[in-house]
């Protein structure tokens, strides 16, 4: 079984700062891990995920994330935010694809509001 | 990409009434399917799992006689909320994959369907 926990359920921030929002996993095995983006009254968007490889992963609209497999964190970065950031983000894990049907049975954190003022 | 396509996006139904929400990958054969729940302010809870073809899995806690799943095409899926009652009332979202595609790395989500019951 897997969890994910998302530190901060609100990060306000004003327009142009750097912000970090912090997710850590618990699993028994290893997991691709993911970063969605949900605007109000909207579906998931995917900003970026981790499969293997490079520990530092850029997606869209500018955000990077980093996997840190001993500390079993995967923080959602952006140097310069916008106001249209903001939005609820997600941080999901899944096992990894092994062939069967069960992949992409995911496992959300709990969401982290990110708030941009001008 | 990928495009999910879900309708309706709003749905208000009288209690007692059943309501169904349908699931759609407009170019790919997702021939496994997710149903998740998202109620106000918390995150999104997987409901079942759908295979086309094969009988859904729903989730611990998840009354499969109340939440109707038909999966009966790779390119279809749909959700039947029975005897909807008010505490039924949330956004519903689906996601698709395919598992046969080699680029099979992510599930990718229709836009959400919000249910209120009156």
């Known amino acids: 079984a897997q969890s994910v926990t998302q530190l901060d359920s609100q990060v306000p921030v004003f327009e142009e700062a750097p912000v970090e929002l912090r997710c850590n996993y618990s699993?028994?095995?290893?997991?691709?891990l993911f970063w969605y983006v949900q605007y109000p009254n909207q579906g998931l968007q995917l900003l970026l995920k981790?499969?293997?490889?490079?520990?530092l992963v850029k997606g869209i609209n500018g955000f990077e994330a980093e996997f840190n497999k001993s500390q079993t964190s995967f923080h959602l970065r952006k140097p310069s935010v916008h106001i249209s950031d903001t939005a609820e983000y997600f941080c999901?894990?899944?096992?990894?694809?092994?062939?069967?049907?069960?992949?992409?049975?995911?496992?959300f954190g709990q969401g982290t509001i990110l708030t941009v003022h001008p | 990409g990928a495009v999910v396509s879900q309708h309706p996006s709003r749905v208000i139904c009288k209690s007692g009434t059943s309501v169904k929400i349908e699931c759609r990958s407009l170019?790919?054969?997702?021939?496994?399917m997710f149903w998740y729940r998202q109620f106000p302010k918390q995150s999104l809870m997987l409901m079942a799992t759908?295979?086309?073809?094969?009988?859904?899995?729903?989730e611990q806690g998840v009354e499969k006689d109340k939440f109707l799943i038909n999966h009966a095409s790779l390119t279809l899926s749909t959700l039947t909320v029975t005897s909807a009652h008010p505490e039924d009332s949330s956004f519903y979202i689906c996601?698709?994959?395919?598992?046969?595609?080699?680029?099979?790395?992510?599930?990718?989500f229709g836009q959400g369907t919000r249910l209120t019951v009156v």
């Open positions: 996601s698709a994959r395919d598992p046969t595609s080699r680029g099979d790395t992510e599930a990718f």
């Open positions: 699993s028994s095995v290893s997991v691709y």
């Open positions: 981790y499969l293997s490889g490079s520990t």
């Open positions: 999901a894990v899944t096992p990894p694809n092994a062939g069967g049907t069960s992949y992409g049975k995911l496992t």
């Open positions: 170019d790919f054969q997702a021939t496994t």
């Open positions: 759908s295979n086309e073809g094969s009988k859904a899995t729903y």
